[in-house]
C-alpha cells in the first residue's frame, strides 16, 4: 500500500495549465479541491492495482468531470455529467487529441455517476469512478492508507465537502431536475424538493401508447 504522497505526481504540461486555468476561471475551490482529489486518489488505485492507463487524460477528465454544474458549461436540457463530457471533448479537439481518447475522455466524464458501469469500462473510464467515489462517499476507503487520504486532504482540504457537494449539485442542475430521471443524482432533487413529481420507470411503461 503507498503511504508517501511525493510519490504521486500531478501531470505538467501546456494542456494541463489550459485545463487547470479553466477549472480556476469557471469553478470554485469546491471544484477545484475535489477534482484533485479525484485525480489523486484515482492514480493511486491505478498504480497500486498496476494498471495500464493515460495518466495526463486522467487528471485532465478529473479537472472537468463536474464542470457541467458551472454557469459556464450547464445546458438546459442535458444531465450535468454530459455537459461536462461535452467539455471536455471540445477542449481537447482543440489539442488534436485523436478519437479515440476523445471517446475514453467523453466516456469518463458521462458515466461517472452511473454505478454498476463505469468500473467494468477502460481503465481510465473505471479509475475517474473510483475517484470519484472515493471522494464523495468513501468508497475502497481501505486501499488507501491514514497517511495518504490524511496527505491529499491537507494538500486540497475538504471543508464541508459533505454537505457542500450536495448543495453544489443541486445549485448545478435545479433548473433541470428532469435530467436526473433514472440516476442518482434525483436523490439530490428529493433532498432540497421533497415534493417535487419524481418520474416513474414503472410508470413510463404503463403510459405508453402500446395496448399491451
Not at 69 to 84: K, M, P
Not at 105 to 134: C, F, P, R, S
Not at 141 to 168: C, H, L, M
Request: aromatic letters at 12%; charged letters at 25%.
Amino acid at each position: 500500500m503507498l503511504r508517501n504522497i511525493d510519490e504521486v505526481t500531478i501531470p505538467d504540461s501546456n494542456i494541463v495549465q489550459d485545463a487547470q486555468s479553466i477549472v480556476h476561471e469557471y469553478g470554485n475551490e469546491l471544484i477545484w479541491n475535489h477534482s484533485n482529489r479525484v485525480y489523486l486518489f484515482g492514480e493511486i488505485k491505478g498504480h497500486q492495482d498496476n494498471l495500464k492507463y493515460d495518466k495526463e487524460l486522467l487528471y485532465i477528465t478529473a479537472l472537468f468531470h463536474d464542470l457541467g454544474l458551472t454557469n459556464q458549461y450547464s445546458s438546459d436540457d442535458l444531465r450535468f455529467e454530459v455537459d461536462g463530457a461535452n467539455a471536455v471533448r471540445q477542449f481537447l479537439d482543440t489539442y488534436n487529441y485523436d478519437e479515440r481518447d476523445l471517446q475514453l475522455a467523453w466516456d469518463a466524464i458521462a458515466l461517472h455517476t452511473t454505478l454498476g458501469v463505469a468500473e467494468h469500462k477502460e481503465n481510465n473510464v473505471a479509475l475517474l469512478y473510483h475517484g470519484v467515489g472515493m471522494d464523495v462517499m468513501g468508497d475502497n476507503w481501505n486501499q488507501y492508507s491514514d497517511e495518504i487520504r490524511k496527505a491529499i486532504v491537507t494538500k486540497f482540504p475538504r471543508g464541508n465537502f459533505k454537505k457542500d457537494v450536495i448543495k453544489a449539485f443541486y445549485e448545478g442542475f435545479k433548473h433541470k431536475p428532469e435530467t436526473t430521471f433514472g440516476n442518482i443524482k434525483s436523490d439530490v432533487i428529493k433532498y432540497f424538493e421533497p415534493e417535487y413529481p419524481q418520474n416513474n420507470f414503472c410508470s413510463c411503461i404503463l403510459r405508453s401508447k402500446w395496448e399491451q
